[in-house]
């Protein structure tokens, strides 16, 4: 089971950079001039931010289940099956599911945008990176 969702994980970053290369590449391959390609890449830099959000969300999902599972086998079996393997990714995988809206409430904060809910925009992969 925890290889089936170290699987996931790696097949899911691999979709999302190569989602963000093609975004870049098909851009610049579609412009005229240098100054076109430049204009149009620093716009598509704003949907980094959702895939970043998206990545997040994904990698915190599957590695709070893998720290859970691993906590399953440490309850059952704790001689075998050491603690510092369940609780490490489990607090790693909850870090990154609370890091979009973190992130969303610093850049809140910092650009002066205002909501009455702070790091949430209009849905939960809005990145709004200055701009």
């Excluded at 290369?21 to 076109?36: E, F, K, P, R």
């Excluded at 620093?42 to 709070?64: P, R, W």
């Amino acid at each position: 089971m925890l290889k089936k969702l170290n699987l996931l994980g790696a097949r899911l970053s691999a979709v999302v950079m190569s989602t963000t290369i093609l975004m870049t590449a098909g851009q610049a391959l579609a412009q005229s001039d240098v100054n076109d390609v430049i204009v149009q890449s620093g716009s598509n830099l704003k949907n980094v931010g959702d895939l970043v959000n998206i990545a997040a969300y994904g990698g915190g999902a599957v590695l709070t289940a893998t720290g859970l599972l691993n906590l399953k086998k440490h309850a059952s079996n704790p001689s075998q099956n050491s603690l510092r393997d369940a609780v490490g990714p489990a607090v790693v995988g909850v870090a990154l599911l609370a890091f979009p809206s973190a992130a969303g409430i610093l850049t809140d904060s910092t650009f002066g945008e205002t909501s009455t809910n702070p790091g949430y925009t209009n849905n939960a992969f809005d990145a709004n990176f200055g701009g």
